[in-house]
């Protein structure tokens, strides 16, 4: 990704400045989880899209002031959900890492190693099944460059928003 920084023009308002920037952002955002998912991606895959996740998410938390809409909240929420389904990937990983550092070879090791080595795989689907279907629905990233551009969401885009925050359970 490239820094927001490097464009940043300090004559212009912060709102100015994420309009122009955070679009683009997000849109390169879109594309290396798009990339990523595309070559099934291994665990140090997923925690690098989950690094990126985490950038994006907390520079759009910076500039929550520039938008204050509840249809930005409710997208920053979806952000935070993709973030912590790779997390839960990571988390077996790292765990499986650590019993093998800690524990004595053993077949209680070895089952629980393949257990999370199972969950790892079991999450890794479940966040590229979130990611496609809900995420990045159709409409998803158009919604999000305009939104952050600040153009109004189209009528389509608020229809699908619509649409899938009828079918995410709560949590």
């Not at 910076?62 to 990937?89: I, M, P």
Request: charged share 30%; aromatic share 8%.
């Amino acid at each position: 990704m490239t820094r927001l920084h490097t464009e940043w023009n300090e004559r212009s308002s912060p709102s100015v400045n994420a309009r122009r920037r955070l679009p683009r952002m997000m849109s390169e955002y879109f594309a290396e989880v798009r990339a990523a998912l595309a070559e099934k991606p291994s665990p140090s895959r997923l925690h690098q899209i989950r690094l990126a996740s985490k950038k994006i998410r907390y520079t759009l938390e910076l500039f929550r002031s520039c938008y204050g809409a509840a249809g930005f909240e409710a997208h920053l929420k979806a952000l935070k959900n993709v973030q912590t389904s790779l997390g839960d990937v990571n988390d077996a990983v790292a765990a499986s890492r650590l019993l093998g550092e800690l524990m004595p070879h053993s077949p209680s090791r070895r089952a629980l190693q393949a257990f999370l080595k199972q969950r790892a795989a079991k999450k890794a689907e479940e966040f590229g099944a979130h990611w496609t279907e809900r995420f990045d629905a159709p409409g998803q990233e158009r919604w999000w460059t305009d939104f952050l551009g600040g153009r109004r969401a189209t009528k389509s885009s608020r229809a699908v928003h619509r649409n899938r925050a009828r079918r995410e359970p709560s949590r």
